[in-house]
């Protein structure tokens, strides 16, 4: 049986094919649009049994939906300024609702990404439990086209038989070629090799000094394993994927400097005016929920040592993983 992942050439997406091989599985869908870039690349030395359009996926499945025991729906439009309601709504929304639809009458596994983006400025909090789902508010049109999916998931009583992951600020190797929608680990090793400081930010909220925004910073090899794990249980619902810590932009600017070896230089530059209002200044979070879920295999690496792992053994040697 096969297990399909859309948007797999991507960043989480390559690493979960990463750790499906690991776990020796290879019977494995990859469907992206890979256009002219070279996001081709973070497949390289994966296995796989083949790759599709995307816009091909649902004709591949009128044909050979009965070999596919797991669909992994990676896929979306992930650029959080994006300002094209309409194509988020195709790409985020009722592309996923279409295939969730297919994977229901199919009696298919499916797990989908959903994300943390759906708090908003987090003053209703950031629970995943079911029920506070239509309190949330969220300051962008990404966050509120992975909102309406999980609203809708929800609405047709299939929260009992899907799984939605909320992943909160995710780093670590393959998403170079996400340009602005990387996470920031990509720049501020290269400006700390080569100018010797980090660009941060400055605050426009006075609840928080420049550089003390907070994010739940996570490890995409956590990520991909814990996905892989939910996968392959009999879990449903909806589940944050984070630390469940909430870490500093000057923690992280740290952490870089140390798996460097070089001291610490802070420079705070004015944020874009396109991400004035729709910033969040504050996530971390809840776990217990995914805790007891998992019990010991949820272990989040430390984010020091993810760090200098990302840094060390990916951005400097230019390894994929």
């Known amino acids: 049986m096969y297990t399909v992942v859309t948007g797999g050439a991507g960043f989480i997406g390559s690493n979960v094919i990463k750790e499906l091989n690991d776990r020796g599985i290879d019977k494995i ?18 296995r796989f049994s083949d790759l599709i359009h995307k816009s091909d996926l649902f004709q591949w499945l009128v044909d050979g939906v009965e070999h596919v025991s797991h669909i992994i729906h990676l ?21 996923s609702r279409k ?12 797990l989908y990404a959903s994300s943390a983006a759906t708090y908003g400025n987090g003053q209703y909090g950031f629970s995943d439990d079911h029920e506070l789902l239509g309190t949330f508010k969220p300051l962008n049109m990404y966050g509120y086209s992975k909102h309406l999916f999980d609203l809708w998931v929800q609405k047709e009583g299939l929260l009992d038989r899907f799984i939605g992951l909320k992943y ?12 602005r929608m990387a996470s920031a680990l990509i720049k501020m090793t290269s400006q700390a090799v080569e100018k010797g400081k980090i660009t941060l930010f400055s605050s426009h909220n006075d609840a928080y000094a420049d550089g003390e925004q907070k994010r739940d910073f996570v490890y995409v090899k956590d990520v991909a394993r814990i996905t892989c794990d939910l996968l392959f249980s009999d879990i449903t619902g909806i589940y944050n994927v984070g630390r469940g810590e909430a870490s500093s932009w000057n923690r992280l600017a740290q952490a870089v400097f140390q798996a460097l070896s070089l001291p610490k230089c802070i420079e705070y530059v004015p944020m874009p005016e396109d991400l004035q209002g729709k910033y969040q200044y504050f996530t971390q979070a809840e776990v217990k929920k995914i805790q007891g879920a998992l019990g010991q295999k949820f272990s989040p690496t430390s984010l ?13 040697a230019e390894r994929v993983w």
């Open 29 to 46: 869908i990859v469907v992206d649009n890979l256009g002219s870039s070279d996001k081709w690349k973070n497949l390289v030395g994966k």
């Open 75 to 95: 896929g979306a439009c992930s650029n959080t300024v994006e300002t094209d309601a309409q194509y988020l709504l195709e790409n985020n929304y009722r592309y």
């Open 99 to 110: 295939l969730a639809t297919i994977a229901h009458s199919r009696n298919i596994r499916f």
């Open 168 to 179: 909160f600020n995710v780093f670590g190797p393959n998403e170079w070629h996400k340009g």
């Open 304 to 316: 020091e040592e993810a760090v200098d792992d990302y840094v060390n053994s990916h951005l400097l």
